[in-house]
């Protein structure tokens, strides 16, 4: 039998880590404007990235989540889900929700991923800035999607959990792009925004085409984008398709060749 000092122990595990979440949520309500999905879900990542959660850890249930942070079942769900999407966590029908260590490579969620140069794990979003706006110029994106009278364009520069660096420009037609104007841009931190794309757009994406070069950044792409410095990167361009064959959007992405290896 387990003695009463670990028992006790056990006991209070649940209670210190909603005292800890229920802080970072609060600290995270302070500082930005958003919704309580976001908040619950930039409340979980940052506690991952300061040790409170790791990996291979367990969350507690929905339910008792929800107790926790005092916000709703269906707040809480959508959370995970987007968590789930980006691959920080992993969850299981009768598992329940646990902190990834690592990650199946499935299409619903990835056509390509970035892999670790040390571990060959996967390397996943710890951090992301964004920027959108409408824009009426072409550029490269035309190729891909077609002479339109403006796009949207999301920009995102991102680190990875072992600080990796990436840069990547999403362009959506402005005939498919209808409302992402009025989007608050903190709901797009730490989100997959493949899925959320196709569920606010009421987009069904059925195929994509990737092309992949090595090229070296200007210092004037090096500063802007704040990548690692004037080297090498891969640059990703990818083009997803709805089930009409009609470009939905076109994404660029630039990271250091000598940080990751590239899987398809």
Same mark, same amino acid.
């Given at each position: 039998?387990?003695?009463?000092?670990?028992?006790?122990?056990?006991?209070?595990?649940?209670?210190?880590?909603?005292?800890?979440?229920?802080?970072?949520? &609060?600290?995270?309500?302070?500082?930005?404007?958003?919704?309580?999905?976001?908040?619950?879900?930039?409340?979980?990542?940052?506690?991952?990235?300061?040790?409170?959660?790791?990996?291979?850890?367990?969350?507690?249930?929905?339910?008792?989540?929800?107790?926790?942070?005092?916000?709703?079942?269906?707040?809480?769900?959508?959370?995970?889900? *987007?968590?789930?999407?980006?691959?920080?966590?992993?969850?299981?029908?009768?598992?329940? +929700?646990?902190?990834?260590?690592?990650?199946?490579?499935?299409?619903?969620?990835?056509?390509?991923?970035?892999?670790?140069?040390?571990?060959?794990?996967? @390397?996943?979003?710890?951090?992301?800035?964004?920027?959108?706006?409408?824009?009426?110029?072409?550029?490269?994106?035309?190729?891909?999607?077609?002479?339109?009278?403006?796009?949207?364009? !999301? +920009?995102?520069?991102?680190?990875?959990?072992?600080?990796?660096?990436?840069?990547?420009?999403?362009?959506?037609?402005?005939?498919?792009?209808?409302?992402?104007?009025?989007?608050?841009?903190?709901?797009?931190? @730490?989100?997959?925004?493949?899925?959320?794309?196709?569920?606010? @757009?009421?987009?069904? !994406?059925?195929?994509?085409?990737?092309?992949?070069?090595?090229?070296?950044?200007?210092?004037?792409?090096?500063?802007?984008?704040?990548?690692?410095? &004037? *080297?090498?990167?891969?640059?990703?361009?990818?083009?997803?398709? +709805?089930?009409?064959?009609?470009?939905?959007?076109?994404?660029?992405?630039?990271?250091?060749?000598?940080?990751?290896?590239?899987?398809?």
């Amino acid at each position: 039998m387990p003695s009463v000092e670990v028992a006790k122990k056990a006991d209070e595990t649940p209670v210190l880590l909603g005292n800890a979440l229920m802080r970072e949520l &609060q600290e995270v309500l302070a500082k930005k404007s958003c919704t309580k999905r976001t908040a619950v879900r930039l409340t979980i990542s940052n506690s991952m990235k300061t040790g409170v959660l790791k990996p291979g850890d367990y969350l507690p249930s929905e339910k008792a989540l929800a107790e926790m942070l005092n916000v709703s079942l269906g707040t809480v769900q959508v959370a995970l889900g *987007q968590l789930q999407d980006i691959g920080l966590l992993q969850r299981r029908r009768g598992d329940g +929700t646990c902190v990834a260590d690592a990650e199946p490579f499935t299409d619903d969620i990835w056509h390509f991923r970035f892999l670790s140069r040390v571990n060959n794990t996967p @390397l996943r979003m710890t951090e992301t800035r964004l920027k959108m706006r409408r824009i009426s110029s072409t550029g490269y994106w035309s190729e891909f999607l077609g002479i339109e009278d403006s796009y949207f364009r !999301i +920009t995102r520069k991102v680190r990875m959990q072992d600080g990796t660096r990436a840069a990547a420009q999403m362009y959506i037609p402005n005939s498919l792009s209808d409302g992402l104007s009025d989007i608050n841009v903190k709901e797009l931190e @730490l989100v997959n925004i493949r899925p959320f794309l196709e569920t606010r @757009l009421n987009l069904r !994406i059925t195929d994509r085409s990737t092309r992949v070069s090595m090229v070296t950044p200007s210092n004037a792409e090096v500063a802007k984008w704040e990548l690692a410095d &004037q *080297q090498p990167h891969y640059e990703i361009n990818s083009t997803a398709f +709805t089930d009409k064959k009609k470009p939905a959007y076109h994404q660029r992405i630039l990271v250091a060749v000598s940080d990751c290896n590239l899987e398809f």
